[in-house]
């Protein structure tokens, strides 16, 4: 077999295998292993596809597949190192999900497994067949697959109207979005002759010396498409809706993966189609850097003040991809002007997408586990858990500190590049220093947010939802899937060169790669080696922090007092322990008070059609209306004409005759000449 | 020969079931239908150029009756044919006694005979080889269009019908007007022969027939009759809707760009224009419509009009826009058929069609509320459904016009379509989706002929339009 047969074979996999959910007559967990089975199949061919092509060469398929239209595409896939960076990550990520929805859906009736298995299995092809695609055609077709399938997710448990409806705004505000990618692909391929990527990006580069205007209007058109996936400000709204709504395992591939997908149309978009290091880049540059700010602030501020805490961690994903939307802006800004800074943005860019696939679906898996076993998402209602939950508790508590940023785990190396490329663009682009310190302020904020999450989810007296849980370990396929994205975590923290050079691998694909720096970059230099030390060192650090909590240990241990658990006093009250405990709700109170302005609701689209349009629409009132009634009042006039009296009747004709002469003399043979 | 008996065959059909009373009238009429989708099937010309073709019969000079399977018929007649069949079979337990919103199987026979009738006239349209045939066949679709619209025979019936009447019948007098001018100048009647037509008086005849076919296929300001036509039977409305009446007008303007050149120019623009227009027309009326079907109709006015803009975008010499406006055609004939028949269901069992009323669906007619939630998506363009890929043609065609007005095009078609999704999931989602309603609790899957309807329905949704490509490829010239 060779390795070109591997894309069809995959997605051959993946759909089968979501029929064969669909159709096979099983009880339920039997289903969920078929379902799991299939995902799981192809994660382990994916690895493979992903492995040959970062080892060797890209792979480029043709299907001579084309419909019979008068459309010029060619059902066209290729793998390069970018493709196969995206194909590794969405091996691995949704392998965990599968086995954590085999555990989380026991129970579920058999129906609602299929639902879940079948649209799943699609969402997966249309992500493996979206980060392939060579094709417009091909990529626009899985890219609405895929949104659909999330669709049906988000609506999984679709008796909940709220649920129905963050499923309807989200899916239309990623079509409304995507039609921006229909325009774009539609000009350039009239432009370019087909709709194959690279005669696009010639008709694109073609068009920036022709037509600027337009050019940009089209990178604008098709950039909105993939922000509003990405769900960058201003394209956000959606997102803690969707997120919120869906089943726990859906989330966490939407924030984990999904999400992702328009962070790649955005690199493919701008580093691979875009001319690099113009002038028009460094605009773009900074509009990307600016929206991922925001993005970045908001996000952040706003998982702070939820009380829910799927809300919570889905807030903080439009945070998260904040992070990485600044950095995709500094690597395209700082192109040719500082090109190994530009290098070191896009190695944070990349390294953030699968960081955050790796803990943010290792915390939404979490929250699952948590409602799974208490039924609730409100951690107001939740509290030591700890003594039940152990492992969760342990994994969580990983989670958030990977995603604040704390070494030695893998959140840190990411912002360390993001950081750096900042700060020192800032000697280029004094603005990206700015945004330097405040991605490093919110990296605070969001540490804060997550503290908040573990310490009243597990630390502290049960809650009333914590009461109804039942000790004990988790069911093992959620386990092996928190384990596996935990290990993930950790092990991208200890070794982060492999993943810095696969991204600068997949740059030296880009066009442009010159700009970027790759020809003279190592991953040791882009590691902070430039620096004249040898860079960041993950093990060193590690030891180092080993050493010191060690010390720490030894200084507790001399000086602790010995410890006392009692009741606390309460001046002779009784009072019960909700009551006494100092709440989630009741952190960060001044800070969330202060930014008020940034935690209202999220506008919502609605739709209010004026009533004057129906009256417009209906020409019965207007037009069809009044001539009737014309002609209603033209015949009863002829009727009244009718009165039975010969004279009246003789009038009448010699009027016609006279018509008839009149008309027959005026335009004798006329009508032939005319 | 055989085009014969397919003309004949559905009249045939007709005329028995008028004279047979309950299940023999059924099974009549279903296996007229069934006779007649594999004679469509048979004589369809696939890829091949020499269309089958019964000689003229010429009673006067300049007067030719004869028949022929061109591309663009055989497209209609397999629509019409196939779109029939699981129309009648569908009627067959819809009009019943069980029928909540219509509880009563009298006036069956005549309602068998009207439809079956109206094949034989949609298969006299596809097969005319020249105009003046095929205005005989266009003057008994709105006959039979009539006897369907005001089958219930209750005041609203008799004057919805009237009106579709009345209004059609005022287009059609345009028809008269251009064929009497194309006789006059050519003494024929041939779709060739519009083209040796002088000037302004192609002028004429170009604005004459388009306004025909505007009244047919309920283009602004012409379009009312179509929601007032809501009170026919509902398997009666989808066919109205998806396959036949609004399809000839469809027809005739596709007709003139592939038989004769009369479109071209500044015609095409005008085409255009109008159908733009009737589009934001259609999408107006969806706010409004709290009957299902009523919002049916309006999505169907704005679809026709995009088939005409696709067609508008031929004659201005894409061929990709031709290709799209018949796509679109022929996906949007099972599509809509589909979503009026899961209409049909939920009021069959339900008794109710109002969208207020309705909610949570799928709790109470899963398969039902999936063939709606398909039609829904399918309609919208996303794909892997027909819509997504005549869309595509069409948007692509307008930018490849390119100009300020191709843009203006492009973009218009864009929101339309983006609003017109925002709308149908909308819908799907407050009918589908939710807590069941009262109303929704009583309904039910329907009867498995029904059932078995709407399956067939949602695989020919999602597999058609890959079946109709080669054809409409060759008849918009592309090697078959």
Redesign the interface.
Known sequence: MTVTMLPGLIVGILLVGALLVAVLPLRNRSLSWVGAGAGLLSSLLLLWLGGQVLTGDPISVRWNLA?????PFSFALEVDSLSAIFLILLAIVPAAELLFAVGYLDGQPAEAIRRFFSAFLVLLAGMDMVVMAADW?VF??AW??M??ASYLLV?WE????Q???A??IY??TT??AG?GI??GA??L??LGGSFGFADTTQALTAAFATTPVLAHLMVFSLGVGFAAKAASFPLHFWLPEAHGAAPAPVSAILSGLMVKMGVYGLIRLFIFMMPAGSDAGVVWGLLLATLGTVSMVLGNIRSLGEQHAKRLVAQSSIGQVGYIVLSLGMAVALADRAPLLSAVAFAGCLYHVINHAFFKSMLFLTVGSIQHRTGTYDIRLLGGLIRKMPAVAGLTLLGALAIAGTPPLNGFVSKWLIYRAAVFGGLHLPLLAVYGVIAIFISTVSLAAYLKYFGATFLGVEGEGSRKAEAGPEPRPMLAALGLLGTGCILLGLWPQPVVAGALSALKGAPGAAAYGTMQATATEVMGGLLGSAGYMPVAVLLALVVCAGLTWVVWQMGAPSTRFTTPWLGGEVLPDEEIRYGSAHLYRPFLARYAALLAPLWQ?R?R?PHW??A?????RW??GPV?RGYDGLTRLLVRQHRGRVKGYVVWQLLAVVLVIVLLVGTEGG??R? | MLLLLLLLLPLAGGLATAMLRGRLADLAATGAMVAAVLLALAVVPWGGQPAAAVGPWSPLPGFAFGLRLDGLGALLALVVTVVGLTITAYSTRYYDVDNREHPTAAGKSRYYFFLLTFVTAMLGIAMSPNFFQLFLFWELTTICSWGLISQYGTREALKSGLKALAVTQFASLFFIGGLLLLYVQTGSFDFGAADRLSGAARAAFVVMLLVAAWGKAAQAPMHTWLPSAMVAPTPASAFLHAAAMVKAGIFLAARCLVSTGVLGGWPALLVTVAALITMYVGLGGYFFADDLKRLLAYSTIANLALMLVGIGLGAMGVAAGLEGGLLHLWSHAFTKTLLFLCVGAISWSAGVRSISRLTGLWQTMPLTAAGFLVGALAISGLPPFGVFWSKLLILRAALAVGGAWGWTTGLLILVESALSLAWFLHVARLVLFGSTSEAASRGADPAPVMQAVLGTLMLLTTVAPYVGMPLIHWITGGVG
């Open positions: 419909l019979p239209l008068d459309l055609v626009l077709f609405e697959i949104s659909l609506m679709w008796r909940q109207e649920n129905a409806r499923a309807w899916l239309l079509h409304i039609s229909l325009l539609c000009w391929s009239v689209p739709f059609v349009v129906e417009v629409v209906d020409a019965d037009l069809l009737y009508l032939l005319w």
